[in-house]
């Protein structure tokens, strides 16, 4: 029998206000544990929380961009469960009447678009932090009690790993566009659970679902479906039962394993939050929100591709990330070669930033050095091997690329008598190669340039030793 997946994502963003959502505390990340809290977020007796309005700007800003409707009239509630990480022994959620409802995102699968839709999303606070480590015990940390949340819950459309994958990126792209989250995995700005089930394929029965938790980055959340959807089938097959639990991934395993029993909605005992009056979102407020939205990323993906000349596969990448796509266009105001702007965002950037997990703002390269970096090139100053050797100084440093071709001494060799004279002991050294060129084997041209090369560590001009290595060979 063959089976097929049905997965549902829940998305939790925090919001970047500057303020928690019922008190005056900093919701910035870190600082010493505990110190950015007081008694509203510390849930003590007699104290009254006050709905921060920019969370509900935020969240309707998110929802206008996710195609969601916008709900005139909505209200928090209170869902009841006790954690050590939560003060209150009560989270302040929304339930049945959530801000945002019915979107949709569009992903590309194979060339074709699929819409996944949305089912709401719900503004919340968020819990504090369990602290395990150089401990006996647990110690907890309540400075993210109370931070805004956006809960965003998508509808079990999407059948493998891979679409959730895309959803989950495309996803991420606009609510940085819209700047109501960093969307940092790494600081926990933007966290996700999956609930995963597999059924015959033909059958619209839904199977019995499992969440999964604690997956700290998308690549995380394909491997653990990958693995889940495995395992369900496995077990169907040899003739047992799913059992409906939420499950951690186990990234040094490669595995999901029991965590807990899933509760259900009713363990919550949901109730209307009697601190706090209804919300009421008047269509005047929903139109100005909807108005200073930003170019969405499929708009500008559109717009470069039109505007610039990029490949359809560049502009993707590129308007992928706002903070990306805004470098690019910086970059372009001052260096009229989008697609050698794009190539060096696509490689060497991005192949750092990979490498020491940092976000484009977080290097010291600014686009008007990128720009100094590729008029050194063009001018003659350094080849681009060099160039590259030049970059990565800059990434680690900041500093001015001139700078470091200067100390390090990385300009370009374009004296021809000085080129002539390595290539003649280049060729006087390689005899073998030498009879290869000449007998018709043009790789030998390429082996000779490449010992020029390693001779001169990388400063050769290449047009001038192209021309001077065929002029000597020649006699």
């Not at 060339?111 to 709401?120: A, P």
């Not at 690329?401 to 370009?412: H, T």
Request: glycine residues 6%; contains cysteine.
């Amino acid at each position: 029998m063959k089976y097929e997946a049905v997965i549902g994502l829940e998305v939790h963003a925090e919001l970047l206000t500057e303020s928690k959502i019922f008190c005056s505390c900093t919701t910035k990340f870190g600082g010493e544990p505990n110190t950015h809290v007081c008694p509203v977020c510390l849930g003590l007796p007699g104290t009254l929380p006050i709905l921060n309005k920019k969370v509900v700007e935020y969240a309707v800003r998110a929802g206008l961009a996710l195609n969601c409707t916008i709900a005139n009239f909505s209200k928090m509630d209170r869902k009841n469960y006790f954690y050590p990480d939560l003060p209150k022994a009560y989270q302040i959620s929304q339930y049945d009447l959530p801000l945002c409802s019915n979107g949709y995102v569009e992903i590309e699968i194979d060339g074709q678009t699929k819409k996944i839709g949305i089912k709401r999303i719900h503004i919340e606070e968020d819990a504090g932090k369990l602290l395990h480590e150089n401990t006996d015990g647990s110690l907890v940390d309540y400075n993210r009690a109370g931070v805004p949340l956006i809960e965003i819950v998508s509808e079990p459309d999407m059948s493998t790993p891979e679409e959730a994958y895309q959803y989950l990126t495309k996803l991420k792209s606009i609510l940085e566009y819209t700047e109501v989250s960093d969307c940092k995995m790494q600081e926990g700005s933007l966290r996700v659970d999956t609930n995963v089930s597999v059924r015959p394929v033909g059958s619209t029965e839904l199977g019995t679902k499992i969440e999964l938790k604690n997956l700290n980055s998308f690549k995380a959340v394909q491997k653990a479906l990958e693995y889940e959807i495995k395992r369900q089938i496995k077990v169907l097959e040899e003739g047992g039962t799913i059992v409906q639990e939420t499950r951690r991934w186990n990234e040094s395993k490669g595995i999901t394993e029991p965590m807990r029993t899933k509760e259900e909605a009713h363990d919550y005992r949901y109730f209307p939050e009697p601190d706090l009056v209804p919300i009421i979102v008047t269509d005047e407020w929903k139109e100005e929100i909807r108005k200073s939205l930003p170019e969405m990323p499929h708009h500008k993906r559109e717009r470069f591709i039109a505007e610039y000349g990029l490949p359809e596969y560049d502009a993707k990448i590129i308007t992928s990330s706002k903070k990306m796509a805004d470098f690019f266009e910086k970059c372009v105001l001052e260096y009229d070669s989008p697609k050698t702007v794009s190539n060096w965002l696509m490689g060497e950037f991005s192949r750092l930033m990979n490498e020491t997990g940092k976000e484009i703002d977080e290097v010291p390269v600014t686009p008007q050095m990128l720009v100094k970096l590729l008029k050194l090139i063009d001018n003659g100053v350094i080849s681009g091997s060099i160039a590259k050797t030049v970059f990565e100084e800059m990434f680690g440093t900041g500093k001015e690329p001139e700078v470091i071709v200067e100390e390090k001494g990385l300009k370009q060799i374009a004296n021809e008598n000085e080129l002539r004279e390595i290539i003649k002991k280049v060729i006087a050294e390689n005899p073998k190669s030498v009879e290869d060129y000449k007998n018709g084997k043009e790789k030998a041209m390429g082996f000779l340039v490449g010992q020029v090369m390693k001779a001169t560590k990388g400063k050769a001009n290449p047009q001038l030793t192209n021309q001077i290595l065929k002029e000597e060979l020649s006699k």
